[in-house]
């Protein structure tokens, strides 16, 4: 029987002296069906036992064999678990779709104002016209008109198309005026881009803020792409105009220096004192 000093250490050639621990349970299997890393931790092991026939004793079942887990385990076990992690995407994309909000239409709400103005801002986009901004404190803001909604009906008379008319048909009507608003339903009103969108196409922390304050992840996203352009140049003119203002100061202090020289006869004379700031010391 062969001894530990003569077990033979190279992992390439060594055959017949690992079992697997993994699933296949295989024994008597060539150290090439491991990685290098387990047979050269467990031939570590092997060196380390006295002078003592390695087919028996009670190491056997704890130090000759290989602790670990053929290849082809391991690769199955790989396979699983990248299976097993598609299986949770799958369902969390499942369970995302099932609760995300349905498509719910919007209700029609009246609301009557009985003052101008109204505070109300209209989109520039959309058919219609869609409530861009219920200005803070205004009648129609403090009635509960909030951005994206649409008017549909004035007085309960369904006219204008275009919102030229809808405008004249506010302008003209005679205190109380009673609108008739569609609300968003399931749906959100972005701002920025000024589109009614799927409460999907906003971040959960933006859907907290106020409506008019809300923008879409597409919006906030071009926004910081082009945010730090935006910034860069407003810092370049702020910094061109500050020391254009220096530039005046300096030039009217030398024409100020130079109008006293010529009425006094004395020249100017700057000190080189730095008077009693940071730093000074009583003499």
């Known amino acids: ?88 995407r799958a369902g969390n994309a499942g369970n995302a779709d099932a609760e995300a909000e349905p498509d719910v239409a919007g209700e029609q709400v009246e609301v009557t104002l009985s003052s101008r103005p109204f505070g109300l801002t209209p989109s520039s986009k959309g058919p219609g016209y869609v409530v861009l901004k219920a200005s803070e404190g205004k009648p129609a803001a403090k009635a509960g008109v909030r951005p994206g909604w649409r008017l549909v009906a004035i007085d309960r008379a369904e006219e204008g198309a275009d919102l030229p008319e809808w405008q004249s048909r506010l302008k003209a009507a005679e205190l109380p005026v009673k609108m008739t608003f569609e609300t968003l339903g399931s749906r959100d009103f972005c701002t920025s881009c000024q589109e009614i969108l799927p409460g999907s196409s906003f971040s959960r922390k933006m859907r907290t803020k106020p409506p008019e304050k809300r923008r879409c992840s597409a919006c906030v996203e071009d926004a910081a792409e082009e945010g730090p352009n935006e910034n860069g140049e407003q810092r370049s003119e702020a910094a061109e105009g500050a020391a254009s203002k220096l530039s005046e100061l300096k030039q009217l202090c030398a024409e100020t220096a130079k109008e006293a020289e010529q009425v006094t006869g004395l020249k100017a004379v700057r000190g080189a004192g730095r008077g009693r700031g940071r730093g000074y010391k009583r003499p």
């Open 1 to 88: 029987m062969a001894k530990a000093e003569e077990l033979n250490t190279d992992w390439q050639r060594s055959a017949g002296d690992f079992h697997c621990l993994g699933p296949c349970q295989r024994k008597r299997l060539p150290a090439s069906e491991f990685s290098k890393k387990q047979v050269e931790r467990a031939l570590d092991s092997l060196r380390n036992i006295a002078d003592k026939d390695i087919r028996t004793g009670p190491e056997i079942q704890t130090v000759l064999y290989l602790s670990g887990v053929c290849k082809r385990c391991t690769e199955d076990k790989e396979r699983q678990a990248q299976a097993d992690a598609a299986a949770r």
